[in-house]
């Protein structure tokens, strides 16, 4: 990344960083320069030396990230806060990079002037390359067409059969007017009767139309195998990048976006495969043969019916980016609908709770009318300038009847020759008029297939090493100097390092926002660390086998997911092969088997959309039961017991103790009394680990924790206060 | 059980407004504001806009951090008019800073790279530029009938109050993209 982007005049060599800001610290907007040397930050406004700052009198450099701008500010020892400049936020990724040097700098007394970090935008098209080498839209730019009938190879034999197919029934249909013509010059206008020559004729027509039909027959079979297998591997294709891509990345996009890419528009381009891919190369072939039998027919009037051509391809030009246009509006408008509905039908629990049908479908209609408007608006266009250029097309044939007629007149051309003429120019103007409409078919397509790509093309932030290693789990979690943000530069967790034990059970606690779910994420490895190490055994968890990790590793969240099926689906989800017995062994000690033995269809009982007919309990202790028979080396739980009264929590205690038994645990709650059974409790407190020990001994320090617990009994007393008091 | 609730909520259901006429703010070297409000002192202070896009001098909410690094609000501005001149113009200045966002006047043309990404060549009160969007459709949006809100690959934000008032090509080059 190039740090030195602007010097100021009579610049000297010593100067290491270098970057162009828009505001002063009072906010007063100004043509600065941020820099600094060994020593001294410089700030320059206007071309003038405005401040200077001793670099050893800071302690940390940070980037806050405002809303439209962003500060860059240093901290001293005392912390005192001093702002240095602020900058637009094309910056950010410049101004952090140094600022987390300059920190190193103090902290390390090391200097790094040449940063390895890469560019933080693509020089060519100014897009972020978000940690990239290379910038995926420029790197992958040819066509999205071209790119989608590259997927033909591998089903190129029926391809080819079907090409060859089309070519033979286009030839057939190539050599009727010729029949046409012999019978009008040889039968019809001589008025001659000839059985025999008039019954070769007539069965020389029946087999060319039999050959003809079996063609198309193998034609289309060949082309449909074709493009349902194409549809087939794209669709399958975006599934599976939706499995493996990262949280991070997913989480940019909604679950509807998602289903709309994998069933919408693969099917848009499966549709485009079976009806334009081969066409596009018959039509263009029948084009030459035709526009060729023409000219040696006769050139004259050939050149006649060509002359509207390129006028109609100047308007077919035009009209494409404008079409373009004109379906990306549909397709947004069509994505806003079906996300809507997919939300809407998701949340219909809260729209009926709040009685707010009503607004809803008024919210609906809107969608669905502006949908419906941007597809007339495409259509109007479309069927306002076709009709037109398809007629300028046919002037052409005017021009050949009229002089093909006079040539008749003066003997120069037969009838049959004239009808033959004609018939080949309508043939003609048939692929031309397909080129006409193809703008339609590929700048709907291309849209299609743009979005396709753009999740084919998209890189997993978390990637598997080249040699990643399967490792057996023992238990043993180390956080080395872990630092880590959502956003770059933002860091959510800072200098955390701790070492938990195997069999070991580990409380996170903290105040909301302050990491907790963060450090399990990490563990889980849905995100990276942006700096440090988490090692598991001793191996650092980016070189383990990312399904090797997860498959050890058992979660239970605070909101169980179930999917829509029985429960036995749904504990064996963990583990497909597992025997009943065994699943019946989980379920017990899950506390789950006595509730399910009451249900009617016992482990058969469908759990209904997302496990809305079960209570919140008796969902977690599936959950449990699911997680159990995973037998997981690592268990996260991750405000397992939060939403549950305390009579369900005692029971699911029971059963997540007997979970835990001889596996590292790693618990977050919110309500300090669950974690009474955990060995050790890390604290967190402003994305720092500020303590690490046991109960008692973290009582005893009086710190963060003490203070957190003593919060909570106060919090317990006022809750039962009034309710003592009313019952006195 | 009301009691329970209120004692539990009484800090955070208050709505503090703020009179103006006891605000004096001045700026600090932290890029931060001071504020002196009823005899006390308040250092590192952030304003808010609550609406930054229905209204920029209502509703600013005055916060900051205290020893524990939590977040504190003193209260809310309800209309900055009411503030002195010369504390108006102080406010004013760290918010247009703070919520930095040129305003397009003219939109040359919008090229759509067919993977998600759009770049609008477009004249700004900050000059002219492309701005590239990634993910356009959600960060190149209408949040009323009128008003554009662009936010680009960067993180930059753009605005424009009333595309109406937009001329003619500028408007039929947003056609296909609003």
Redesign the interface.
């Known amino acids: 990344m190039d740090l030195k982007i602007k010097l100021p005049e009579n610049a000297t060599d010593d100067i290491v960083y270098s970057l162009p800001y ?2 002063a ?5 100004v043509d600065g320069i941020f820099c600094a040397d060994k020593e001294y930050i410089y700030i320059y406004a206007d071309g003038k030396l405005e401040e200077q700052y001793k670099i050893s009198d800071f302690s940390e450099f940070t980037c ?6 962003s ?1 860059a ?1 240093g901290i001293k020892e005392n912390g ?4 240095f400049c ?1 900058f ?3 910056m ?1 990724a410049r101004f952090g990079e140094v600022m987390k040097l300059l920190e190193h700098y103090v902290r390390t007394g090391e200097l790094i002037t040449e940063t390895d970090e890469d560019e ?2 693509c020089p060519s ?4 390359l978000e940690g990239g080498s290379e910038c995926v ?1 420029c790197k992958g730019k040819g066509s ?1 067409i071209l790119r989608l009938l590259k997927r033909i190879g591998p089903y190129k034999k029926y391809f080819i059969t079907a090409v060859i197919c089309t070519i033979a029934s286009e030839l057939v249909w190539v050599f009727m007017p010729y029949i046409d013509r012999i019978i009008i010059d040889d039968y019809v206008t001589p008025k001659l009767i000839d059985w025999g020559g008039f019954i070769a004729i007539v069965i020389t027509i029946v087999s060319l139309l039999l050959v003809g039909g079996v063609m198309e027959l193998l034609n289309m079979r060949n082309s449909f195998k074709t493009a349902l297998s194409i549809g087939r591997d794209l669709r399958q294709e975006v599934f599976e990048k939706s499995q493996q891509l990262s949280m991070s990345s997913l989480s ?1 996009r909604t679950a509807g976006e998602l289903i709309n890419r994998v069933s919408g528009d693969a099917a848009k381009l499966e549709e485009f495969i079976t009806a334009n891919g081969k066409d596009a190369i018959v039509k263009l072939l029948s084009l030459m043969i035709i526009g060729g039998l023409l000219f040696v027919m006769n050139w004259r009037l050939a050149l006649m019916t060509i002359v509207p051509v390129p006028f109609v391809f100047l308007i077919v030009k035009k009209l494409f980016n404008v079409m ?3 379906y ?2 549909v397709w ?1 408008y069509s ?2 609908h079906s996300e809507n509905l997919h939300d809407i039908l998701n949340g219909i629990a809260v729209v009926k709770s709040f009685g707010s049908e009503a607004r809803e479908i008024a919210h609906y209609e809107g969608c669905s009318i502006k949908w419906a408007k941007a597809c007339v608006r495409a259509e109007i266009m479309w069927y306002l300038t076709i009709p037109f250029s398809e007629f300028i097309l046919t002037v052409g044939n005017f021009l050949v009847l009229y002089f093909g007629g006079s040539m008749i007149l003066g003997n120069e051309m037969s009838l049959g020759e004239l009808i033959q003429f004609t018939t080949y120019v309508a043939m003609l103007y048939e692929p031309i008029i397909w080129l006409i409409h193809i703008p339609r078919t590929l700048a709907d397509t ?2 299609s ?3 396709v ?2 999740i084919l ?1 998209m890189q997993s932030d978390v990637r598997d090493i080249e040699d990643p290693v399967e490792i057996d789990i023992k238990g043993d979690i180390e956080f080395d100097d872990v630092y880590f943000g959502y956003k770059a530069y933002v860091p959510v967790l800072k200098g955390i390092s701790c070492k938990i034990n195997k069999g070991e059970m580990i409380g996170i606690v903290g ?1 909301s926002g302050v990491g907790k779910s963060t450090m399990i994420n990490l563990i889980l490895r849905l995100y990276d660390c942006t700096q440090g190490e988490i090692r598991i055994d001793g191996v650092p968890i980016k070189n383990i086998d990312q399904h090797s990790l997860r498959s050890q590793v058992g979660v239970v969240l605070q909101e169980t997911f179930l999917f829509d099926g029985s429960i036995l689906d749904n504990i064996s989800y963990a583990r497909q092969d597992a025997p009943f017995e065994e699943i019946i062994k989980a379920a017990k000690i899950a506390n789950a088997h006595d509730f399910i033995v009451n249900l009617p269809d016992g482990y058969n009982t469908r759990v209904g959309n997302k496990g809305y007919q079960l209570s919140g309990g008796e969902r977690q202790r599936i959950a449990i039961a699911r997680a159990l028979l995973h037998d997981p080396k690592i268990i996260i739980l991750d405000e397992a017991t939060a939403s549950l009264d305390t009579q369900t929590e005692k029971q699911i205690q029971e059963a997540l103790g007997r979970l835990t038994r001889g596996r590292t645990t790693i618990a977050i709650a919110h309500r300090l009394s669950t974690l009474s059974n955990a060995d050790r409790l890390i604290v967190l407190d ?1 994305g720092k680990l500020a303590e690490f020990g046991t109960h008692k001994e973290l009582m005893k320090q009086g710190g963060v924790y003490y203070d957190l617990v003593m919060a909570q009994r106060e ?1 317990t007393k ?2 039962n206060a ?2 003592k008091t009313a019952q006195a | 059980m009301t009691d329970e609730i209120k004692e539990e909520v009484y800090e955070v259901d208050k709505l503090t407004l703020l009179d103006c006429k006891k605000i004096a703010l001045k700026q600090e070297k932290s890029g931060f504001l001071t504020l002196e409000y009823d005899g006390r002192t308040y250092s590192r202070v952030d304003p808010t806009r609550l609406i930054p896009f229905l209204s920029k001098t209502t509703y600013i909410s005055l916060s900051y951090e205290n020893e524990e690094k939590e977040f504190r609000e003193i209260g809310v501005i309800k209309d900055m008019k009411e503030l002195s001149g010369e504390q108006y113009k102080l406010l004013d200045n760290f918010l247009e800073y703070k919520y930095y966002m040129p305003e397009i006047t003219k939109v040359y043309s919008i090229k759509d790279n067919m993977r998600g990404a759009i770049f609008v060549k477009a004249d700004t009160t900050s000059g002219e530029k492309t701005i590239c969007v990634r993910d356009w459709y959600q960060n190149f949006r209408m949040l009323s009938e009128k008003y554009l809100y662009v936010n680009d690959a960067d993180g930059n934000k753009y605005f424009c109050s009333d595309i109406e008032k937009l001329d003619r090509k500028s408007r039929n080059v947003l056609e296909m993209f609003t």
């Open positions: 828009k505001f610290n009072d906010g007063e907007m806050r990230r405002q809303i439209g701008s500060m500010q005192d806060a001093v702002c602020a637009t936020q094309d950010f933080p935008v098209c100014g897009l972020p839209y999205t940019k373009a246009l004109r990306t509006a947004k994505k806003n291309s849209v297939a743009g979005k790509f753009e093309d105040h402003k919090t006022m809750k009034p309710l």
